[in-house]
Each structure stands twice: as C-alpha cells, then as structure tokens.
C-alpha cells in the first residue's frame, strides 16, 4: 500500500517540479485581476512554490473545476508573454497530470484497497464456516451426552 502511496508521491512531486519550472511566479496579484472569469479564490491554485504546487494539483486530481484552473493558467502564460508555450502545452502538462495520478496511481490505490477487503470478506467467511463445523460438533457431544443421561434416567428393560 506504502509504495502504491509512494509511487502517487512521486507523480506530484515530478509534475510539481514541472509545473514551478513552467508555471512559476507568473500568477501574480496585478496578473490575477486582469484575467477574466477566474473567480478570485483561485489565486491559491499556483505553481509559485512547492506546497502551492501540491494544493494546485490535488484540486485538478480531484477534478475539482479543472478547467477554470486550465483557463486560469493559460491566459496567466499569455499576459506574462510567454508566447513560446501554446495553450496547447498548458493543456497537455493537465491533461498528463491527470492521466497518471487519476487514471494510473490513483485507481491502483483504490484496486489495492478493495483487493484487501475482499480478501478480508473471504477470510470472514472461512472463519463462519469453521465456527460452524465447531458448532455441529459441539451440538453433536451435547445431543449424545444428553441422550446417554436420558437413557441412564429410563433405563429400558
């Protein structure tokens, strides 16, 4: 479970690092106000260090507005000039993101997950099968021992 966890780690950390050296400082207060129809919560979702990094990329892992975060970054990369990164890169290093801490780590963790309850359930029902022999057997001692009482009370002649 730890290097299923470790492997989803390393995915952010690695698309952390992309995302500062691509997206870092270029969110701004005075480059926030000029973009439109990106809500003002939003200026938490940066690359500016490695903690912002994480919180920007949990909330696209978590598909939680993905494309107003997108949006946000791709007209944030056209006001500070940077014309040699294409809406089309912006886009892809999301849509990459996501495709391997969503589709890849994050569905292996849930497999694991639900692999080791089903295997919980199964040893769950082993064991009611195994306390349920002991029980008939038990019932079958009792059953004998209280026949054999019977019998010793009435003798038949």
Same mark, same amino acid.
């Given at each position: %479970? #730890?290097?299923?966890?470790?492997? +989803?780690?390393?995915?952010? !950390?690695?698309?952390? $690092?992309?995302?500062?050296?691509? *997206?870092?400082?270029?969110?701004?207060?005075?480059?926030?106000?000029?973009?439109?129809?990106?809500?003002?919560?939003?200026?938490?979702?940066?690359?500016?260090?490695?903690?912002?990094?994480?919180?920007?990329?949990?909330?696209?892992?978590?598909?939680?507005?993905?494309?107003?975060?997108?949006? %946000? #970054?791709?007209?944030?990369?056209? +006001?500070?000039?940077?014309? !040699?990164?294409?809406? $089309?890169?912006?886009?892809?290093? *999301?849509?990459?993101?996501?495709?391997?801490?969503?589709?890849?780590?994050?569905?292996?963790?849930?497999?694991?997950?639900?692999?080791?309850?089903?295997?919980?359930?199964?040893?769950?029902?082993?064991?009611?099968?195994?306390?349920?022999?002991?029980?008939?057997?038990?019932?079958?001692?009792?059953?004998?021992?209280?026949?054999?009482?019977?019998?010793?009370?009435?003798?038949?002649?």
């Amino acid at each position: %479970m #730890f290097s299923l966890m470790g492997a +989803l780690t390393i995915v952010y !950390y690695f698309f952390a $690092l992309w995302g500062m050296y691509r *997206f870092g400082g270029i969110l701004q207060k005075d480059s926030f106000n000029q973009m439109s129809g990106v809500p003002s919560i939003y200026m938490a979702n940066n690359f500016n260090d490695l903690l912002s990094s994480f919180v920007t990329l949990f909330s696209i892992m978590v598909v939680n507005n993905w494309f107003v975060t997108v949006n %946000m #970054f791709v007209q944030a990369c056209e +006001l500070d000039g940077q014309g !040699y990164y294409s809406d $089309l890169d912006t886009k892809t290093y *999301f849509i990459l993101f996501w495709y391997f801490s969503v589709i890849i780590s994050l569905n292996l963790v849930i497999a694991f997950i639900l692999e080791g309850y089903d295997d919980i359930l199964e040893i769950d029902a082993t064991a009611e099968n195994e306390r349920n022999v002991v029980k008939n057997k038990v019932e079958k001692v009792l059953k004998s021992f209280l026949d054999e009482k019977e019998q010793e009370r009435n003798p038949t002649p």
